[in-house]
């Protein structure tokens, strides 16, 4: 995958101006809040969306001009179901495999490997409908392997499942990219997932890259640890008057220091000397929703767009029958 | 740019789905065999055209009814595709935008085809005398005409963003269409203004084709009826085809 940049334009900007390159073989996370531009630059890699202005090559075939060559060495597994509910799960990665044009020979011999890295092999005949929503996943999955893609894309591939089936998800993306050398790219809302899975992460915003590194060097970018001080009210201001570059977020006070385990001492004894009275003190040692709160100051709010998102996706898994 | 295994995949699954769905097959057969039981019994002692028994009459409109009904709906269905994200998977595939057009329109006209057959074989057990070299040139003709109804149900369907509009394409396409067309009474005998308005409705030629095959009776010459239907198949296919690629 080569560098690319280009600016998405649909009445709003969804994507603006963005340039990164992706290195063979490395899982590369999009990190962002929903609405960020995540969605929207996978589709243009995809091929599914024009960019408006820029370049965009995968594997190194232009995504404009060259779609066929890049569609036949993607593979996809979107935000929303994309597999027929009224047809088993064998049936859905018979017609993948014939979409993508592998013969007869080798289908069967896939599906059934596959089928094996999901653990789906005694429910292939199986209707999809009557799958839960973390088999689903993993059946999207296993047909976005089908035809050994040399680039995988994964569009929030855990969002709405629960912990346990996310744990296994987590656990195939890594065994893809060990036993596969599979190019991964996925995007997340989820901060322990970039962390946990990516060799490096860009963080998006408002359609900007904002950073882009290893989870470890964007932690250390913070420069050590965070004191979280639950202050009165009354005393907030004179708390950030007190600590020098603290911030505020949520009535709590962030402040950044090398190593908490030592310093809160002091900072609270900073506090009984100002009169600041301390309801509750934590210690947080560095995690990704820190970079993007410095960054951006703000948090990715997982709860609020977690609801709303999981709402629309149990829709488009249930109910719609035709 | 028409790859023959990607039609054939699209094809394939609206076959698997055509055949899991039973319950669907009985439910739009349903309708035809009101219209020839009811509708053609009970009229068949009063309504007199021109010395042919009146359910006999109807049936090439009953099939051509149920014809259409298919077509269009299954062409229509491709909003259930996007809507349900199937297409994405089509989309991102290597076929082509094309392909996928082609495959979804010679699937959707098969199970047309096949429902046709089966309403005329019920029209048959009710009366209708039709020999098998008459009833085998009919399939031919019913592929063409289902071809020509898909396309305007993939044309809807390209054009619309979601299922809520689906009463009205009943309500205001095919409906209208069905009772304008002829397949329940004789067009020869009509009011000029309503005349004409069957004459603009393409259901009017595939059902003139059809009574004449089976019925050997026909207002519109033979010649012009499937000169008609295989102009306005060949239209509604080339506009489908762009408006679903278009749309991408």
Same mark, same amino acid.
């Not at chain 2, 019925?215 to 239907?229: E, K, T």
């Given at each position: 995958m080569k560098g690319l940049t280009k600016t998405f334009n649909k009445g709003f900007i969804a994507v603006d101006g963005i340039t990164f390159s992706i290195k063979k073989g490395e899982i590369f996370g999009f990190l962002g809040p929903n609405g960020a531009g995540k969605t929207t630059t996978i589709s243009i890699l995809c091929t599914l969306l024009k960019p408006t202005s820029g370049k965009a090559a995968v594997c190194g075939y232009d995504a404009d001009s060259e779609q066929n060559k890049v569609r036949k060495c993607i593979g996809v597994v979107f935000q929303d179901m994309t597999l027929d509910d009224r047809l088993t799960a064998r049936e859905n990665l018979e017609l993948h495999a014939r979409l993508y044009g592998i013969p007869k020979s080798e289908r069967e011999k896939r599906i059934d490997e596959v089928l094996g890295i999901v653990g789906l092999k005694d429910r292939e005949n199986s209707i999809v409908k009557t799958f839960s929503g973390g088999m689903q996943r993993r059946l999207e999955i296993a047909r976005g392997l089908i035809h050994y893609p040399q680039v995988l894309f994964l569009d929030e591939p855990t969002?709405?499942?629960?912990?346990?089936?996310?744990?296994?998800?987590?656990?195939?993306?890594?065994?893809?990219?060990?036993?596969?050398?599979?190019t991964i790219f996925l995007t997340?809302?989820?901060?322990?997932?970039?962390?946990?899975?990516?060799?490096?992460?860009?963080?998006?915003?408002?359609?900007?890259?904002?950073?882009?590194?290893?989870?470890?060097?964007?932690?250390?970018?913070?420069?050590?640890?965070?004191?979280?001080?639950?202050?009165?009210?009354?005393?907030?201001e004179k708390a950030l008057k007190t600590f020098k570059g603290a911030k505020r977020f949520d009535g709590q006070i962030i402040l950044s220091v090398r190593n908490a385990g030592r310093e809160i001492g002091k900072v609270l004894e900073r506090c009984r000397e100002n009169k600041i009275n301390v309801i509750e003190a934590n210690i947080r040692k560095p995690a990704l929703n820190d970079v993007f709160l410095k960054l951006t100051g703000r948090e990715i709010r997982e709860e609020e767009v977690g609801l709303r998102e999981q709402l629309r996706r149990r829709r488009t898994m249930g109910g719609h029958g035709r | 740019m028409i790859e023959i295994g990607g039609v054939y995949t699209v094809w394939l699954r609206e076959m698997i789905r055509y055949f899991r769905q039973k319950e669907r097959i009985v439910a739009t057969l349903t309708m035809p065999v009101f219209w020839l039981l009811i509708f053609g019994g009970s009229l068949r002692a009063s309504v007199d055209v021109g010395g042919i028994d009146y359910r006999s009459f109807i049936s090439p409109g009953v099939v051509a009814m149920s014809l259409m009904f298919t077509s269009v709906f299954s062409g229509v269905s491709i909003i259930w595709d996007r809507e349900l994200?199937? @297409?994405?998977? @089509?989309?991102?595939?290597?076929?082509?935008?094309?392909?996928?057009?082609?495959?979804?329109?010679?699937?959707?006209?098969?199970?047309?085809?096949?429902?046709?057959?089966?309403?005329?074989?019920?029209?048959?057990?009710?009366?209708?005398?039709?020999?098998? %070299?008459?009833?085998?040139?009919?399939?031919?003709? @019913?592929?063409?005409?289902?071809?020509?109804?898909?396309?305007?149900?993939?044309?809807?369907?390209?054009?619309?963003?979601?299922?809520?509009?689906?009463?009205?394409?009943?309500?205001f396409i095919v409906m209208p269409m069905f009772f304008l067309s002829g397949a329940?009474?004789?067009?020869?005998?009509?009011?000029?203004?309503?005349?004409?308005?069957?004459?603009?409705?393409?259901?009017?030629?595939?059902?003139?084709?059809?009574?004449?095959?089976?019925?050997?009776?026909?207002?519109?010459?033979? %010649?012009?009826?499937?000169?008609?239907?295989?102009?306005?198949?060949?239209?509604? @296919?080339?506009?489908s085809a762009w408006l679903f690629s278009r749309r991408g």
């Open positions: 969002l709405g499942l629960d912990p346990q089936t996310r744990k296994h998800v987590w656990e195939y993306i890594v065994m893809l990219k060990r036993d596969y050398d599979m997340t809302h989820y901060m322990e997932e970039a962390d946990e899975l990516c060799d490096r992460i860009a963080i998006i915003e408002h359609g900007k890259i904002i950073a882009i590194d290893t989870p470890r060097k964007l932690k250390d970018s913070l420069g050590g640890d965070t004191i979280v001080l639950d202050v009165d009210d009354k005393d907030t | 994200g199937f @297409m994405k998977e @089509m989309l991102v595939s290597p076929v082509s935008r094309l392909s996928i057009v082609v495959g979804k329109a010679l699937g959707t006209a098969t199970t047309s085809l096949i429902q046709g057959i089966m309403v005329m074989l019920i029209a048959i057990l009710l009366g209708l005398k039709v020999g098998l %070299a008459t009833f085998l040139l009919t399939v031919p003709l @019913m592929l063409l005409i289902s071809i020509g109804l898909v396309g305007i149900g993939i044309s809807i369907g390209s054009l619309m963003n979601n299922v809520e509009g689906f009463q009205l394409i009943m309500n329940l009474f004789p067009i020869s005998n009509l009011p000029p203004t309503l005349k004409l308005i069957t004459y603009l409705d393409p259901l009017t030629y595939a059902v003139e084709l059809l009574r004449h095959v089976l019925i050997g009776i026909s207002s519109i010459p033979f %010649a012009i009826s499937l000169f008609v239907v295989i102009g306005f198949s060949v239209l509604m @296919m080339v506009l």
